[in-house]
């Protein structure tokens, strides 16, 4: 079944992302790492994967998340042809995003969220070889990326390619998947599980205070205080979150919203950042300042409500990747087939009591199901 706590969380983590897209405001970053819980819980739906498909699931997630990028080149290759970005063979990485794939000036803007598909895609290929690694030496590879980053960052790797650069930043939250998904967090006593939280928030914490960006405390410009910082928030969200968080559905709006946006995640993600830019200019005119509390916030509505939009529009590609019926807007109830009853006839005698069991209220037997039958397992899968 769903967890709807992990479904929580991208909830939670999309809506951040796109509101700080929108507000600029570098504590959101500090007080909820979003995209490293992004990459969290697509490692930990990764590792489910492999284990249930083998490295066949690596095609399978590829299917899901590459035809939502097709859509948005689709409109946005064009526009930028024609605007005048140099057509080459590099456009077909807008394909395949395996290295960034090129953009014109205002292109590179509106688009600059496609780095997340790129290093998704790389973490996704790595996924086989990284969960054989896991499994046999959990411990050494859990800490390599943040070893690889810190050489970096303490200049000991000064060439480091980006790739590589990228693994050490975000790789670590996406192997803390694996562990979630293995049951290793969760199995952590908490005297060790809140020690080395606390560790690695305060070295994180030290990190960024002493080494500010040009946006001061960002996370997104300190690439070792963010995965220290976000390290420290993984292993606590997933080491000591809920099992599960059913009370989400106790208000059907609310959970069809969760579960709107985790259906669509992937079209909400890669759609927000061009809206966010087409607005920018508009709200200058009006005279909204960045500072002005009720513009921001209708620059937020209004972002949310274009986005919305586009997903009624495209987010289906995401049905039809994942293979399940298109849906104009996700989460609607289903009505269960009705059980068809059980002709009248002579009463059922328990074989291995040799008595008869009566059903409530109908007169006819029940047979109970045989000890260890099971409902069939429904795996989560989502576009991360």
Known sequence: MRNRYLDLLRFLAIVRVVV?????????????????????????LMAASLHRWGPGAVVRRLRRLLPSLWVLAAVFVPAMLLTGLPLSPKVLLWLFPIADPPANGWGAIALSVIWYLRDYLWFVLASPVALWLFRRAPVPTLVAPYALLAAAELGLLPALPVALHQFGLYFGAWLLGFAHQAGMLRRLANRVLVPLALALAAA?????????????????????????????????????????????????????VV???????????????????????????????????????????LVFALVAAVTALVGWVEDVAARRPPELVP??????????????????????????????????????????????????????
């Open 331 to 384: 989460g609607r109830a289903r009505p269960r087939p009705a059980t068809a009853r059980p002709a009248a006839g002579p009463a059922t005698v328990h074989a291995a009591a040799g008595r008869r069991v009566d059903g409530p209220a109908t007169g006819r037997a029940v047979v109970p199901a045989p000890r260890g039958a099971r409902e069939p397992e429904t795996v989560e899968i989502s576009a991360g």
């Open 20 to 44: 700080y897209h929108v507000t600029g405001w570098a504590t959101l970053t500090l007080v909820f790492p979003a995209m490293s819980v992004m990459f969290a819980l697509a490692g930990s």
């Open 204 to 256: 994180g914490a030290a990190w960024i205070v002493t080494h500010p960006g040009p946006r001061g405390y960002d996370l997104n410009d300190n690439p070792l205080g963010n995965a220290l910082w976000s390290a420290a928030f993984v292993l606590v969200l997933l080491g000591r979150g809920p099992a599960s968080a059913s009370w989400v559905d106790r208000s059907a709006a609310f959970g069809r």
């Open 259 to 301: 579960t709107v946006f985790n259906r669509r995640a992937l079209t909400v993600y890669l759609w927000h950042m061009p809206f966010v830019v087409a607005l920018t200019p508009l709200v200058d005119v009006v005279g909204w300042s960045h500072q002005d509390p009720l513009g921001l916030a209708i620059r937020v509505a």
